[in-house]
């Protein structure tokens, strides 16, 4: 069974801090990684997403791969408060072929105190 | 660009009651399309999937089923309606590509079942 797995949470991080959400993988043949934001009550949207292994940064986002550990992160920057959600990472495997089918990690629910 | 509608936002139905959910997206052709059920407070749960018009992937077995009419038109159907069939309902989008396509969610319907 492919899994991705995420402490559930909550991470509460003082305004300005920076918030490290991780997600570890199962499957060593998962090629791509999505973080995903989700509101309450809202439908997921993405950040980012990372195929190579290292660091990509967009704006106050950091995504981090390590293939060899099988290791996705995301760093906030300055977390503000409108930050709070719950982050979801999701993993796209090469044995997927052309269905593109994600496989969702739990979520980590994010709280930002001001 | 891109852009997926999803109906209706909210639904209440009676047990046993019939269901149909649809989805369009606009603004590209042969994209990949998913429904997914999300249960209060838990994560993604993949239902169905299709690759192309007429092609459904069923993940799970249950009393739901999907239908893709035409290219991009994705819908969601019950003939008889269970309690545990509540939940966020969402429909996503993706373009077959290279690995590092994401999938791209519409707003979900949020069903209530009595």
């Known amino acids: 069974q492919k899994e991705v797995e995420q402490n559930s949470g909550p991470l509460s991080v003082p305004e300005g801090a920076i918030a490290s959400l991780n997600c570890t993988y199962s499957d060593r043949g998962s090629q791509s990684f999505f973080w995903y934001r989700q509101y309450s009550g809202k439908s997921p949207e993405l950040i980012m997403f990372i195929y190579s292994n290292g660091d990509k940064e967009d704006g106050r986002f950091t995504a981090q791969l390590n293939k060899a550990s099988q290791y996705v992160s995301l760093l906030i920057r300055d977390s503000q408060p409108s930050d709070s959600a719950t982050y979801l990472c999701?993993?796209?495997?090469?044995?997927?072929?052309?269905?593109?089918?994600?496989?969702f990690g739990q979520g980590t629910t994010l709280q930002v105190k001001p | 660009s891109q852009t997926i509608h999803q109906w209706p936002a909210t639904l209440v139905q009676p047990v046993g009651s019939p269901l149909s959910l649809e989805c369009t997206v606009e603004?590209?052709?042969?994209?990949?399309l998913y429904w997914y059920r999300q249960a209060a407070g838990r994560g993604l749960q993949l239902l169905f999937y299709?690759?192309?018009?007429?092609?459904i992937s069923s993940e799970v077995p249950q009393n739901l089923s999907a239908s893709r009419p035409q290219d991009r038109q994705f819908i969601l159907s019950s003939k008889k309606l269970l309690l545990s069939d509540s939940g966020f309902y969402l429909c996503a989008w993706s373009l077959l590509g290279t690995g590092d396509q994401p999938q791209h969610f519409g707003d979900g319907t949020r069903l209530s079942i009595l």
């Open positions: 603004g590209t052709s042969n994209p990949n």
């Open positions: 999701a993993g796209l495997s090469r044995g997927s072929g052309n269905t593109g089918k994600l496989i």
């Open positions: 299709s690759v192309g018009i007429g092609q």
